[in-house]
């Protein structure tokens, strides 16, 4: 996807960010804690890197306040330009416009997409289908070389209401839907999904499949062989904890398991 045959994309979970309980006040740290992180992804050899506001703890659902925005966009054009890998965007929880408007400005590769098709519920509430909106505002926006990556039957959240329809039936409607890719995921973060899920997925859709949780050194080989690319950020971090700073010595070590 990003120049190998199944690409690593390294997260950077970005600080507490301006909007957000528990901000610090101080823009220039968050900055220089994500440049670190997304500079040790570098130097490890990801083919990309994803930037996820995933401390804004509580999420909001569906948006977000301006002034996340504002900051998002700043970090990500600073990954951009320090890395010069492609960069992706994710705004927690399903602010998927928004996460559309700061890959515009800052001319990112792709989106990760919560509730692109059928509805489900997540820790914040009832995520619904955003997959008209989204493409046509991306239509809007001349924005059609970022890339839309949709989770399906994704990770934190119930799907008792979609439990008549499939994991691949999933895939499928994101594809019919223009979608650009699919994301498979286990349960919660660092949980890794079946691989006879990514496998059934991959058999049954022409676009591509990114496995997005719970990639590790067990793993990775096996679900390489399956996947066009691996989203990984638990597994690259000290002590194996989602929220510590990335380890440049993990990320090499997993990165050197794969062939080009």
Not at 107 to 117: K, P, T
Not at 198 to 222: H, L, R, T, W
């Amino acid at each position: 996807m990003f120049g190998r045959k199944c690409s690593i994309i390294g997260v950077v979970h970005v600080p507490p960010l301006p909007g957000s309980a528990n901000y610090g006040g101080d823009m220039s740290q968050i900055l220089a804690s994500s440049l670190f992180d997304a500079l040790n992804y570098k130097d490890g050899g990801v083919d990309a890197i994803i930037v996820e506001n995933m401390h804004d703890l509580p999420y909001s659902l569906s948006t977000v306040s301006s002034e996340t925005v504002a900051a998002m966009t700043i970090i990500v054009n600073a990954i951009k330009y320090e890395t010069m890998l492609p960069v992706g965007v994710q705004i927690l929880a399903g602010a998927n416009l928004e996460a559309l408007a700061v890959a515009i400005a800052c001319e990112a590769r792709f989106i990760r997409v919560e509730g692109y098709v059928y509805a489900h519920v997540g820790d914040e509430g009832l995520h619904e289908s955003c997959a008209h909106q989204l493409v046509k505002q991306r239509a809007y926006l001349k924005g059609n070389k970022i890339k839309i990556f949709a989770d399906i039957k994704k990770k934190h959240s119930s799907h008792a209401i979609t439990e008549d329809i499939s994991l691949v039936d999933t895939a499928k409607s994101v594809e019919f839907f223009l979608g650009d890719g699919v994301i498979v995921t286990g349960k919660s973060t660092g949980i890794s999904p079946p691989i006879s899920d990514v496998q059934a997925v991959k058999q049954n859709v022409n676009i591509p499949v990114i496995v997005g949780s719970g990639v590790n050194m067990d793993n990775i080989i096996e679900f390489s062989n399956i996947a066009n690319a691996l989203i990984v950020g638990t597994a690259f971090k000290k002590d194996y904890y989602w929220a510590n700073p990335v380890s440049e010595t993990r990320v090499k070590k997993m990165v050197s398991l794969l062939k080009d």
